[in-house]
């Protein structure tokens, strides 16, 4: 029978560890973004202001309203038998912490992270948001102590169109790696080495204090 499942738990995404610092989803996407985005944010302290920004804005708002849409394609597509949702999970092993929107657990033994995104799918999966699932991926596979090799995404500006992504283990290594550059960053003040892509500077709140103006 299918079901929904609310964790017992929840917390705001920006809340203190209560062991410390602890890395977020929302970190995994801004040191993809850029590396020096973190460095001026998470070590040096200098917020982003991002409630200035429609798209976080209307993303938040997604997310808040994200339980209006129809869930029948849970059963139909996915082979969904339950699911939790706005889960909070953390891992002390890892040092990471996060609020999947849904754990999915699946009839072949498997669960998988799902994510909403307020955006338009244009035939292509962008590291950031695979990278965001293989996150998602770690923190249910500890806690669950489960297969995750696999992650969904739903574009709601693309009519929910529902994506499913792969997670490897090699993509679980690189997190690993990720979240080490992460921390050499925000624990030891390493200064970073900007994005190769510097399409990607004018759309940065710090652009004014990082050498990378073009």
Do not use: W
Request: overall charge positive; hydrophobic content about 30%; glycine content about 4%.
């Amino acid at each position: 029978m299918f079901e929904t499942i609310e964790n017992m738990t929840y917390a705001n995404d920006t809340q203190d560890h209560i062991d410390g610092f602890s890395i977020t989803a929302s970190d995994i996407l801004e040191y993809l973004f850029c590396p020096r985005f973190i460095y001026f944010e998470n070590y040096l302290d200098i917020p982003q202001h991002e409630e200035k920004r429609f798209k976080v804005q209307k993303g938040r708002t997604i997310h808040e309203d994200k339980i209006k849409l129809n869930q029948q394609y849970l059963r139909k597509k996915l082979g969904c038998l339950e699911r939790k949702t706005s889960a909070y999970l953390s891992s002390t092993s890892k040092g990471i912490r996060g609020i999947v929107d849904e754990i999915l657990f699946l009839d072949d033994g498997t669960a998988a992270p799902l994510d909403y995104k307020y955006a338009e799918y244009k035939d292509v999966t962008f590291k950031n948001h695979k990278y965001q699932l293989t996150f998602y991926g770690q923190l249910i596979r500890e806690n669950f102590k489960i297969t995750v090799n696999r992650g969904f995404i739903v574009y709601t500006r693309s009519r929910n169109k529902l994506i499913e992504v792969s997670i490897t283990d090699q993509m679980y290594s690189e997190l690993d790696n990720i979240i080490s550059g992460l921390l050499d960053i925000i624990q030891k003040g390493v200064y970073p080495k900007p994005t190769k892509y510097r399409a990607k500077c004018p759309d940065c709140c710090y652009r004014n204090i990082c050498e990378k103006v073009i």
